[in-house]
């Protein structure tokens, strides 16, 4: 059989696709924030759209995308289910398995916007208007196209672990191949100054981009091995059943789940600095070509020289670079930081031991409130007697001086310059204490 080139069905109404166009745009904030994107915030992916359409026109001159259709915007379960038994790369038990799971997959790719491949019906649906997903959901058709068994293929992404991660970072590899074949790159010398950095510009942002999806499946299978391998999952669980009202055991996925997703947000920040500072998906010739163009750059030994106004543009695109680095490394860290006290905060041993101090506290507390009030004692005779009472508000009222002599004061004390100071002396008698009137010396 004759293989056709790539099918393309362009985006359908929003009438048409009712639950991608509604309920669907509730993640699409989510999205936005793991890909470094604003693409999923934006228009429904379609033909109108240049960036998409000059993507869509390279991919339909590339062999190895025969017989794969392009589905923008929209789900069309029913063609879905044509394609699978249309696909002749599967057998029949992937076809009635493919069959089977349909629905269900349909529905999930339209609540959640889902740009994706799927190796049943050999069919790419795209949502985000962003040609560097594009190319990456077109580089998962060809990995698996080149695979005897693509549907096994499929099943071990769920089976083997880092099968999913290796997957991702072939379609990327290939995407990434396919966007920098449609720039300028590899003959910097035709093109003018502004054309050349817009290329490297959208290579750039395509490994930032693509770093920030594969950062995210990283993050997510780290989160939920530590919600499900160790005690955080059923720690968090235990705080969210007093405040949900349900039973500890019916909130563990969430509790594995909620750390899910921390970490991937956390693996997509850091997996958007690291793609646009090292642009690991572009090796080889690629890297090559791009790394040469970009010192012709700084050279200014193309057609037209670099002007003062473009180095200006340039720094300050620099500097913003290094911002948004700086943004995404701290919040990463940030998150890494308040999951990890996350995770010792829920430690059994610590909480123990935080659960001890705050009653040994209580406890203080409910003595100290339960102690009682010392009575007030009468005065003794002594300290009734109206002479010491007055002697002793005297020395009270008095202001303490210095015993240290100095120049103008020798004796030091409170004493006139040249006598020794006046100290109160006390005589006793039978009856009563009174100072004595004479000083002393």
């Known amino acids: ?262 970490g991937a947000l956390g693996g997509a920040l850091l997996g958007q600095a690291l793609g646009y500072t090292a642009r690991p998906f572009t090796q080889g010739d690629d890297r090559a070509a791009l790394l040469a163009a970009e010192e012709l750059l700084k050279s200014a030994s193309i057609n037209s020289a670099i002007s003062h106004d473009a180095e200006i543009k340039a720094t300050e695109k620099l500097a913003s670079r290094a911002s948004n680095i700086v943004t995404a490394l701290g919040m990463a860290g940030a998150g890494l930081m308040g999951a990890s006290t996350l995770a010792t905060s829920m430690d059994p041993k610590n909480q123990e031991i935080h659960d001890r101090n705050w009653a040994k506290v209580r406890n203080g507390r409910a003595e100290a409130q339960s102690m009682p009030t010392p009575p007030v004692l009468p005065p003794t005779p002594e300290q009734d007697n109206p002479f010491v009472k007055e002697t002793l508000r005297a020395i009270q009222a008095t202001p303490i001086y210095s015993n240290q002599p100095s120049v103008s004061n020798p004796w030091g004390g409170n004493a006139p310059v040249g006598r020794p100071p006046y100290r109160p002396r006390f005589e006793n008698s039978s009856s009563i204490v009174r100072p004595a009137t004479k000083p002393l010396g």
Do not use: C
């Open 1 to 262: 059989m004759i293989k056709e080139a790539l099918r393309v069905q362009d985006r359908e109404a929003a009438y048409m696709r009712p639950v991608s166009a509604t309920l669907g745009r509730l993640g699409s904030p989510t999205t936005a924030l793991l890909m470094g994107s604003m693409a999923p915030m934006g228009a429904t992916a379609g033909l109108d759209n240049p960036e998409i359409a000059a993507a869509v026109a390279q991919l339909k001159e590339d062999p190895a995308l025969a017989d794969v259709t392009l589905s923008l915007g929209s789900v069309r379960p029913l063609d879905r289910l044509a394609d699978i038994w249309d696909n002749e790369n599967i057998g029949l038990a992937s076809k009635l398995l493919g069959t089977a799971t349909s629905p269900i997959q349909s529905a999930i790719t339209s609540v959640n916007r889902m740009d994706h491949y799927d190796p049943y019906s050999n069919r790419v649906t795209l949502f985000s208007a962003d040609p560097a997903v594009l190319h990456h959901e077109m580089g998962h058709a060809k990995d698996f196209g080149e695979s005897n068994y693509p549907i096994g293929y499929a099943l071990a992404r769920n089976i083997i672990p880092g099968m999913a991660l290796y997957q991702e970072g072939q379609a990327s590899l290939r995407g990434l191949h396919d966007m920098m074949e449609g720039t300028n790159i590899s003959n910097p010398e035709d093109v003018n100054v502004e054309e050349l950095q817009a290329d490297i510009d959208a290579i750039t942002r395509g490994n930032k981009v693509l770093g920030g999806g594969i950062g995210s499946y990283a993050g997510f299978g780290l989160g939920s091995l530590i919600g499900s391998r160790t005690s955080a999952g059923k720690m968090l669980a235990d705080k969210l059943a007093p405040i949900l009202k349900l039973p500890a055991q019916y909130l563990k996925g969430t509790a594995r789940a909620a750390l899910g997703v921390t």
